[in-house]
């Protein structure tokens, strides 16, 4: 009955018929469009041309229904109704973020920080599907397909954004059993089995005197996860340097002990990764942002 391109107009033909039974009349809808009453008046015209049937029968006074323009003046409506529908999903889409949202980040950083986060997302935006992967390794955005990139420390140059959102203290702990059986003072520190990570090898501690020392031992147990650190001086192992963050709650529960409060480690930074060319999308900007606030609260 019609051809591509008359197809392609049929849809507008059918909403400039409604507007016409809505208005009552080909001039109250030519004022409501924006159209001439001519150009309105070819619309239906080319309409019952192209169905082969009359849809209205037209007076000086009133227009009239057939009963083929009944059923169309249904159709027409339903069809308002569906691209009404259509155009809300779409705001709502932009409004309340919805799919994938792929992060990575850090072993430590899942408990206490991102998982917490990510599930307020969650609870806020019910069509969010996150992808989490926790890892130490540094992934690539690109060849793993991430939105978001945690990564703590010296960043290589890349094209990529970094933003910084906090830093990292480092504090020695150590179990309440290991400290009973192996009083610490700086003197002996380097006498102590100490617990390492690959990036605290001869770390330097610093005093808020000024004073400093090493953290390295020829007694160490060294892992390669801060979890598995934080595992292994929960155990009694030895000495740790880890990030206050990490360890408050064992702190606070005397599952773990400060030791040498006046020492510190160098302080890190951590940074959000990304690759988006303009502004994150805002379900990231969120995520980015509260994952900052929750550092500064500790910090």
């Not at 793993?144 to 290589?156: E, F, H, R, T």
């Not at 007694?219 to 740790?240: D, E, F, M, P, Y």
């Not at 303009?278 to 609260?297: G, I, T, Y």
Request: hydrophobic share 40%.
């Amino acid at each position: 009955m019609f051809n591509k391109n008359e197809q392609k107009r049929l849809a507008y033909q059918m909403l400039v018929f409604d507007e016409v039974i809505k208005q009552g009349s080909f001039t109250a809808a030519a004022e409501s469009l924006g159209h001439t009453k001519s150009a309105v008046s070819q619309y239906v015209n080319q309409l019952e041309s192209g169905l082969g049937v009359r849809l209205l029968n037209r007076s000086t006074r009133q227009l009239n229904l057939t009963v083929v323009g009944q059923k169309l003046a249904e159709r027409s409506e339903q069809l308002l109704d569906l691209l009404s529908m259509t155009l809300e999903e779409v705001k709502s889409h932009e409004l309340a973020p919805a799919g994938r949202v792929a992060i990575t980040a850090p072993h430590a950083f899942e408990a206490g920080l991102v998982t917490p986060i990510i599930a307020h997302l969650c609870h806020e935006y019910p069509r969010l599907t996150p992808e989490l992967t926790f890892t130490d390794e540094r992934l690539d955005l690109l060849q793993n397909n991430l939105d978001i990139a945690i990564s703590v420390g010296p960043q290589k140059d890349s094209s990529y954004h970094a933003i910084s959102i906090g830093r990292l203290d480092s504090i020695l702990v150590a179990s309440p059993g290991y400290l009973a059986k192996r009083p610490v003072n700086e003197a002996d520190l380097g006498e102590h089995h100490l617990v390492t990570l690959p990036w605290q090898q001869r770390a330097a501690l610093q005093s808020h005197h000024g004073e400093s020392c090493l953290f390295s031992s020829d007694r160490q147990l060294r892992v390669n996860t801060s979890i598995s650190a934080i595992n292994s001086v929960r155990s009694g192992v030895g000495i740790g340097l880890m990030p206050t963050i990490f360890v408050q709650d064992d702190l606070d529960s005397g599952l773990l002990q400060r030791v040498l409060p006046d020492y510190r480690g160098e302080a890190r930074e951590v940074y959000a990764l990304h690759s988006y060319q303009q502004q994150l999308p805002p379900v990231l900007r969120r995520f980015v942002d509260k994952l900052k606030l929750a550092l500064s609260r500790v910090g």
